[in-house]
Nanobody
Framework: QVQLVESGGGLVQAGGSLRLSCAAS????????MGWFRQAPGKERDFVAA????????YYADSVKGRFTISRNNNKNTVYLQMNSLRPEDTAVYYC?????????????????WGQGTQVTVSS
């Protein structure tokens, strides 16, 4: 089972940018679709973005489309989430996740492996 470790979270002002990274180990990284999800206090874990195994296809939640970009480097076993024009409502713990379906999914229950999460806080 692949193991995932996120990094890159922090405190940023509204309008700022952050880049999250998720490093994978113990598995063939290119065999996994990768997703980013986020969970704010008292709320469910929501889909943010996903990318297919070799990066051909990407998917975004409407709330982040045009502001966030998901990418991956299979040589470095890492998936990234570039977040621009951040808003206070983007504040959450961000998780990366991995799954091996034929196509990438947007629902958390399709993902078998999860990282520990990284906190993103956007101040107004």
């Amino acid at each position: 089972q692949v193991q995932l470790v996120e990094s890159g979270g922090g405190l940023v002002q509204a309008g700022g940018s952050l880049r999250l990274s998720c490093a994978a180990s113990r598995g063939t990284f290119s065999a996994y679709n990768m997703g980013w999800f986020r969970q704010a206090p008292g709320k469910e874990r929501d889909f943010v973005a996903a990318i297919s195994k070799i990066g051909v296809s990407t998917y975004y939640a409407d709330s982040v489309k045009g502001r966030f970009t998901i990418s991956r480097n299979n040589n470095k076993n890492t998936v990234y989430l570039q977040m621009n024009s951040l808003r206070p409502e983007d504040t959450a713990v961000y998780y990366c996740a991995a799954e091996q379906s034929i196509v990438a999914h947007k629902t958390p229950d399709r993902y078998a492996a999860w990282g520990q999460g990284t906190q993103v806080t956007v101040s107004s």
